[in-house]
């Protein structure tokens, strides 16, 4: 539903455009905003930022995982030679370990959600400021979205988005 609302209204500020275009030419770009992000410096620094968390946090549970294993073949190993009370209470040490072990995976996995987020957002707004930039010098009319404007077909000579990843890049080289 959302979706058809923008295509809808981008259709609505295309038809305006053109329509107070008259005889002047509606110059129109199209940005590829995930090529911009996965191909920028930037974006490449924190793809490489966020690959080290995720090999850390990884490690981390591979560790968690294997002391749980340990725990386990331990038990299995033991059991017929324990009394009834110690095998129960390896086996709620054990039950308690992999709820833990659960907990801090989903956990990770979210801590992990909320910083490709925070990375990401920061990148496009950085591009957003970039773009609009771009097109008031450029004077573009419209610039859109590649793969989320409702775009099904678009001549390639519109696609301004190696443009973009290259002011991008230069805009944060002092940084």
């Excluded at 591009?127 to 077909?153: C, F, P, R, W």
Aim: charged share 35%; aromatic share 4%; glycine share 4%.
């Amino acid at each position: 539903m959302r979706r058809q609302g923008i295509m809808l209204l981008a259709f609505i500020v295309l038809g305006s455009l053109i329509a107070t275009a008259s005889a002047a030419e509606l110059k129109i770009g199209v940005v590829d905003l995930q090529k911009a992000m996965e191909l920028s410096e930037a974006g490449q620094k924190a793809k490489t930022m966020f690959q080290k968390k995720v090999d850390r946090v990884q490690q981390d549970l591979k560790t968690k995982q294997d002391e749980l294993a340990l725990l386990k073949e331990d038990l299995d190993r033991q059991s017929v030679l324990l009394s009834d009370e110690a095998r129960m209470e390896k086996q709620s040490s054990y039950q308690l370990g992999l709820k833990d072990f659960k907990r801090l995976y989903e956990d990770a996995q979210e801590e992990l959600r909320r910083e490709d987020a925070k990375l990401s957002e920061k990148i496009l707004k950085d591009l957003q400021a970039v773009i609009e930039d771009y097109g008031e010098k450029q004077n573009y009319d419209l610039i859109m979205e590649k793969t989320q404007s409702g775009l099904l077909h678009r001549n390639s000579s519109l696609d301004i988005t190696s443009a973009i990843i290259l002011l991008y890049d230069d805009s944060k080289k002092g940084q």
